[in-house]
């Protein structure tokens, strides 16, 4: 059916690119050129295309080769959980489940009331301790100077006491030497006053001679009885000098034993310091049990907790854990054949460095 059955009818017709005259020519000469030609260019642009899909195959396949795939793997973490060092009452907890907090952060409190009052106490036995410690310092060259002045005094007292035994046995003696020549006189007095009483009985002394001796008789019996008194106190002087010595010997032995005073002395002062540092190591205890009453995140991380207000906890008692979100790996399981073909792949891709362990763990 011709256009002109159908009036006002579009008829489509494909127009073609001009042609150069020597395509014309050849197209004159040779009615078939222009399908020959299209079917060139098509298997050119196919041969060239499958060239690329082959060549990314290998590409593909070289780069996939590198890696092995399995089901068998996780995510792991390290976890740090975080325990209580001391016994007591939680009084705050400050963070939540799955909350992330930062290294230091307080995320327990524990009522520290007791533990404020243990190291009021123990703060005042060690002021205590050190007041007692100076004390025997002080008395310790105190002690030592005095057992020094009572030892040299000691021995002085033993010598005077000596020295005086030593007097009074001298007195005694010129005592009873008194005592003998008085004796002696008083029997020559007696004699002459026997004699002459004889004699005035014949009337051939007078009156006045006999009276004379006896006179002289009695004062020689006084004088005897005035020596052996003397010579009774000498011996009395000589018992009380022996006693002075007994016990002046008896202070100086105990004189003697001050340098053991001394050193006691002295053993008491190291034993105070000693106590003191007792005392002060208690002291860093309640004040170390008072800081654990704030428990802190060992590190920065997500935590999942345990505890809650108004539990009575336990040293060592776990509170919480600490995930750090910065430390965080796979572990995966291969076959030996995968890992051994990563570990050849391996190799080729770095022969200096290899190691096996190296590629086992980088699997």
């Known amino acids: 059916m011709s256009d002109q059955d ?3 009818s579009v008829v489509e017709k494909r127009v073609s690119p001009p042609a150069s005259s020597k395509e014309q020519d050849a197209a004159s000469r040779h009615p078939g050129w222009w399908s020959s030609r299209f079917k060139f260019r098509r298997n050119v642009v196919l041969v060239s295309l499958a060239l690329l899909v082959v060549v990314g195959a290998v590409l593909l396949r070289r780069y996939f080769s590198s890696y092995e795939s399995t089901d068998d793997a996780q995510v792991d973490v390290h976890l740090y959980p975080v325990s209580a060092r001391t016994s007591g009452y939680v009084i705050k907890v400050n963070v939540n489940d799955n909350q992330y907090v930062q290294q230091g952060t307080v995320l327990v409190e524990i009522d520290p009331r007791d533990y404020e009052v243990a190291l009021a106490k123990a703060k005042a036995d060690l002021a205590n301790a050190e007041a007692t410690a100076n004390a025997l310092n002080i008395n310790v060259p105190i002690t030592s100077i005095n057992t020094a002045s009572q030892l040299t005094s000691a021995a002085s007292d033993v010598e005077n006491a000596t020295a005086g035994v030593t007097a009074a046995e001298k007195q005694l003696a010129a005592a009873h030497a008194q005592v003998e020549q008085a004796e002696a006189n008083d029997v020559r007095t007696q004699d002459d006053l026997q004699r002459y009483k004889r004699l005035v009985a014949k009337q051939n002394v007078s009156e006045q001679t006999y009276a004379q001796a006896l006179a002289a008789a009695k004062a020689s ?14 011996q009395q002087a000589i018992q009380q000098a022996r006693d002075r010595l007994a016990q002046a010997q008896a202070s100086h032995r105990v004189a003697q034993t001050g340098p053991q005073q001394v050193a006691s002395t002295h053993a008491r002062a190291l034993a105070a310091l000693a106590d003191v540092q007792q005392k002060r190591a208690a002291v860093e205890q309640a004040e170390l ?32 854990t600490v995930v750090p979100l910065d430390e965080v790996w796979i572990t995966s399981n291969f076959k030996e054949t995968q890992a051994q073909a990563h570990a050849d792949w391996s190799k080729s891709r770095n022969p200096r460095g290899f190691n096996r362990q190296n590629a086992a763990r980088t699997c």
């Open 6 to 8: 159908h009036p006002g």
């Open 221 to 234: 019996t006084a004088n005897v009885t005035a020596a052996r008194a003397n010579e009774a106190g000498a």
């Open 289 to 320: 049990n008072l800081e654990y009453t704030r428990i802190v995140a060992p590190v920065s991380g997500e935590v999942n907790k345990t505890v809650v207000v108004g539990m009575n906890i336990q040293p060592g008692q776990q509170l919480l």
